[in-house]
């Protein structure tokens, strides 16, 4: 995927978030590929991977993730119970981390932050704990900021995500009934003072069934808006974004 010297987002479908970096490496990000109907035929498969980043242990974000360990053998960074987990399954380059810390990758700072959501991991029919989902802003070495939301509600320290980490694009799920819909998403939007909005877990159930067009018109209010609605599959360069 040409990059034109900025980092390229290209969105798989749900939650699922490959980023491509400028010096070449490859992030992706809540790994749910194989069972995922909104991901398109041709992009189900990972054939090279250098970091996977998981929000939370519900099975639409983590159902490859152990797949596409195996296969690619990426770092991986998520919350201290699925790295755990994903050592149990016998994947070991798991780095645990929690709200509010920094890891640094190759130039890259990923924060992860709060997320108003749950984390349990299915596994063989039981649930295990996962912890607390999270979302990551990941700062590139180019000082490009992006803050994928994970699942979440929208909540008050988005304020301090902005105060403190100043993102310039959210991914924001907005389909409703697991997550905010597109009126809290506006919301959201305010808070974090981002014009540039990829929208994110809708469509793919019917359940989900808030729209890029109801975002457009509940954050009418916030000039700039850019809501990126892409399809999935779809990829949009840094520069076409701020
Ligand atoms: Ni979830
Ligand atoms: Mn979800």
């Known amino acids: 995927m040409p990059s034109q010297g900025g980092v390229t987002v290209t969105w798989l479908g749900h939650a699922t978030t490959l980023i491509d970096t400028p010096d070449g490496k490859r992030i992706l990000i809540d790994p749910w590929l194989t069972q995922n109907p909104a991901v398109p035929e041709d992009r189900k498969q990972i054939d090279r991977l250098d970091l996977m980043l998981i929000t939370h242990g519900h099975l639409d974000h983590t159902g490859d993730a152990v797949a596409v360990a195996q296969a690619t053998q990426p770092d991986i960074i998520a919350n201290n119970e699925i790295a755990g987990w994903l050592g149990t399954k016998g994947v070991g380059k798991a780095t645990g981390m929690n709200h509010g810390g920094t890891v640094e990758w190759n130039g890259i700072a990923i924060t992860m932050v709060e997320a108003v959501h749950s984390s349990g991991i299915t596994d063989g029919g039981e649930t295990v704990y996962g912890g607390v989902a999270g979302g990551f802003v990941i700062r590139f070495a180019n000082d490009f900021t992006l803050y994928h939301a994970g699942d979440t509600d929208v909540f008050l320290g988005m304020s301090l995500i902005r105060d403190l980490l ?69 990829s949009v360069s840094q520069s076409d974004l701020i």
């Open 166 to 234: 100043k993102p310039d694009v959210a991914m924001l799920p907005i389909g409703g009934h697991f997550t905010m819909d597109p009126t809290r998403a506006a919301a959201a939007l305010r808070m974090l003072g981002v014009t540039a909005v990829i929208p994110i877990h809708y469509g793919t159930f019917p359940v989900l069934t808030g729209t890029p067009q109801e975002l457009e018109l509940a954050a009418g209010d916030i000039s700039g808006l850019k809501v990126v609605a892409l399809k999935p599959g779809e």
